[in-house]
């Protein structure tokens, strides 16, 4: 079955350093979708990227969806305390199933 | 706009005995999901419901668990017997229709089975 990776699983910066998390699909996506999960929350809505080759832009966040809809990126610039979280991809396959990956916990030291 | 609404929030049995969770999903929305989250793990993808219907339970345990969706709105998940290894939290999602659209998710209902 299809199955959803993301690295790093967790990543600790400095409030003001950049970080990105990659997500990689063992099978070629209709669509992704990235979600922000706060510690003790539940998972929140960011982007939907549907077009190979795609790049959209949320303020300091930027996602990107590969060329061949099997990867995709997160990278956010000058991390604030507000971005702790968990972001996970979420890909969708072309029988619309949605398959979450693990994950990546980010940590914002101040 | 409502979000999704579960309950209960919490929930500790004992194991072999059995829970049941209840979703309302947003108005109008037609697809409805379950996920079982593990601690320190992404969701997990139990049922899909398209209205009342089942799309996809490839991923549930039918031996225990079982869910239903009447009526295309409400919808309740049940695990008879529980087991330890069932701990974890359970959060139900709507979305208009299917996976082309953005899933909206509820609190979720945390199960400990001990």
């Known amino acids: 079955g299809q199955q959803v990776m993301q690295i790093p699983q967790y990543q600790h910066v400095q409030e003001g350093e950049d970080f990105t998390t990659y997500c990689n699909s063992s099978t070629t996506l209709s669509n992704i979708q990235w979600y922000k999960q706060r510690p003790g929350g539940h998972p929140v809505f960011l982007i939907q990227l549907v077009k190979s080759g795609e790049v959209k832009k949320q303020k300091r966040l930027t996602f990107q969806f590969g060329e061949a809809k099997k990867n995709s990126s997160l990278h956010i610039t000058a991390t604030q305390t507000t971005d702790v979280g968990t972001y996970f991809c979420?890909?969708?396959?072309?029988?619309?199933?949605?398959?979450f990956g693990p994950g990546t916990r980010l940590s914002v030291l101040p | 706009e409502a979000g999704v609404a579960q309950s209960p929030r919490y929930k500790i049995i004992e194991k072999r005995q059995s829970v049941a969770f209840w979703c309302n999903p947003i108005s109008g929305h037609a697809t409805l999901y379950w996920y079982q989250q593990i601690l320190g793990q992404g969701p997990k993808l139990l049922i899909q419901?398209?209205?009342?219907?089942?799309?996809?339970d490839s991923q549930l345990p039918k031996d225990r668990f079982s869910a239903e969706r009447l009526k295309g709105v409400d919808s309740t998940l049940k695990i008879q017997p529980a087991k330890l290894e069932d701990s974890a939290v359970y959060l139900c999602a709507s979305s208009l229709t299917g996976a082309v659209a953005e899933a909206f998710f509820g609190q979720g209902t945390r199960l400990t089975v001990v």
């Open positions: 419901f398209q209205n009342n219907g089942v799309v996809d």
């Open positions: 979420a890909g969708v396959n072309y029988g619309q199933n949605f398959v």
